[in-house]
């Protein structure tokens, strides 16, 4: 047997079922692990009878008492920066309206981007905390925040400086997403094209100028963007050196996922209208297929997306809330977990991995975080259960009996 090295253990977590979210077994579980951090970082982990017998003294014991122990959960895509409520909106759906008649009669994001424009950074702070702490609650310690709900230079960058605060509010890691192609705002009507330009010229360039973001993702549909301005954003974004993704195939093919593709985007997202092409463009980049099922049901779509054919090709799948005031004002990552099962057809296990591995990849966070390995970052959740199926497959059930972020309680 290797000679583990316990030097720079600080604590120690035994007694666990350990779902690692590593290739090799389902969930990559370990039925009676332990797992020991240095600090910040996981330094190792294992069955419990590999561990040996002499630990250093100061080493702090957690009896996790069979529980099951699983990474920090990762929410991928959320929007959860906006004011206002668009509940109207869900009643006028409910009579018969869809989606895009709302957007087009100057509903829909326009409305956010009103209240949100209107907003002070302080409220807009209050509000998104509120909501990014039911995240928290259930085991979430990583997150992705767009903007997209200013669409000008001065209010897409309040946002993101919202969506930086909180993390530090919350000490969460949060990664944030420029959206500013989200929509056309209103002193842009009808000169879309013009829009595109101010995005490139002037939002993302004092974006990047700022560190204020990550990423950059736009809206590709016939509500939002066509290929051909997005791939001018795109070819911005690469020029300063930003990470893209996109919002692609959710109401039509418009074939963004193979334009997101082509510039190595990080994730694809949404995807009901996904066709081959798309995925086989997607598996050659590695792109990662984040699935919404929230969102999905939120809006009653019918058209799901090709999950076969994704796990033929070996698309890494995520799943995410989406979390907004539109689409998805559901604030749980954990409904997302059983939506794509009952919803999508997801196994228990693609669920876990979706809000686990793939969606640390999603994020650019996959050498740190996303699966318990020697090495990463220690964002671990100790659960009231005892096997990782358990997750999706109750909802409001399953909690947090423990949060590690980096390695603290
Ligand atoms: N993500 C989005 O950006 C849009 N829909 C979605 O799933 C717009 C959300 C909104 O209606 O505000
Ligand atoms: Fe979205």
Same mark, same amino acid.
């Given at each position: 047997? $290797?000679?583990?090295?316990? *030097? ?18 389902? =969930?990559? /579980?370990?039925?009676?692990?332990? !797992? ?26 957690? %009896? ?27 009643? @006028?759906?409910?009579?018969?309206? #869809? ?24 409220? /807009? ?6 909501? $990014? ?18 669409? %000008? ?5 309040? !946002? ?10 919350? #000490? /969460? ?14 002193? +842009?009507? %009808?000169?879309?094209?013009? =829009? ?7 939002? &993302? ?13 736009? =809206?590709?549909?016939? !509500?939002? +963007?066509?290929?051909? @301005?997005?791939?001018?954003? +795109?070819?911005?974004? *690469? ?14 093919? *418009? ?7 082509? +510039?190595?985007? &990080? ?30 049901? =939120? ?9 076969? /054919? ?10 995410? #809330? ?9 604030? #749980? ?38 699966? !318990? ?37």
């Amino acid at each position: 047997m $290797a000679i583990i090295d316990t *030097q720079g253990w600080t604590r120690l977590i035994r007694n666990a079922t350990v779902a690692t979210c590593t290739d090799g077994r389902p =969930y990559g /579980l370990i039925p009676k692990g332990a !797992i020991a951090l240095a600090g910040k970082r996981i330094a190792w982990v294992g069955a419990r009878k590999e561990l040996p017998a002499e630990l250093p003294k100061n080493v702090a014991h957690t %009896d996790a008492r069979g529980a099951l122990v699983t990474p920090g959960l990762i929410d991928c895509h959320t929007h959860l920066v906006w004011a206002g409520s668009r509940y109207r909106e869900f009643e @006028q759906r409910l009579q018969g309206a #869809s989606y895009e008649d709302i957007a087009r009669a100057g509903g829909g994001i326009a409305s956010t981007v009103t209240a949100t424009r209107d907003a002070s950074e302080n409220d /807009l702070l209050t509000l998104a905390m509120g909501r $990014a702490a039911k995240l928290v609650a259930e085991g979430v310690t990583a997150l992705e925040i767009k903007s997209g709900y200013g669409l %000008d230079r001065d209010n897409e960058l309040k !946002i993101l400086r919202v969506a930086r605060t909180l993390g530090k509010r919350l #000490s /969460l890691t949060v990664r944030t997403t420029l959206l500013a192609a989200h929509a056309v705002p209103p002193e +842009f009507k %009808d000169r879309s094209d013009d =829009y595109i330009k101010c995005v490139c010229e002037d939002i &993302l360039p004092a974006a990047a100028a700022e560190g204020l973001a990550d990423a950059v993702d736009a =809206y590709c549909d016939n !509500i939002g +963007f066509t290929p051909a @301005q997005v791939e001018r954003v +795109f070819a911005r974004a *690469q020029e300063l050196g930003l990470a893209v993704k996109l919002h692609a195939e959710q109401f039509s093919n *418009q074939q963004g996922a193979a334009l997101a593709a082509k +510039f190595k985007a &990080l994730s694809a997202d949404h995807l009901e209208h996904l066709d081959k092409e798309g995925v086989h463009a997607m598996a050659a980049a590695r792109t990662v297929a984040v699935l919404l099922p929230g969102a999905y049901t =939120y809006l009653r779509e019918t058209k799901l997306p090709p999950i076969e /054919l994704l796990r033929v090709h070996r698309v890494p799948i995520a799943i995410a #809330s989406d979390l907004n005031p539109g689409s998805a004002p559901l604030a #749980s990552l954990m409904l997302n977990m059983h939506l794509a099962c009952t919803q999508f057809g997801l196994t228990t296990e693609e669920a876990l991995l979706g809000v686990t591995r793939h969606a640390a990849r999603a994020l650019g966070l996959r050498k740190e975080r996303g699966t !318990i390995e020697a090495g990463k970052v220690a964002d671990l959740v100790i659960w009231n259960a005892e096997h990782p199926a358990e997750l999706a497959a109750q909802f409001g059930l399953v909690r947090p009996a423990a949060v590690l972020r980096e390695g603290a309680t």
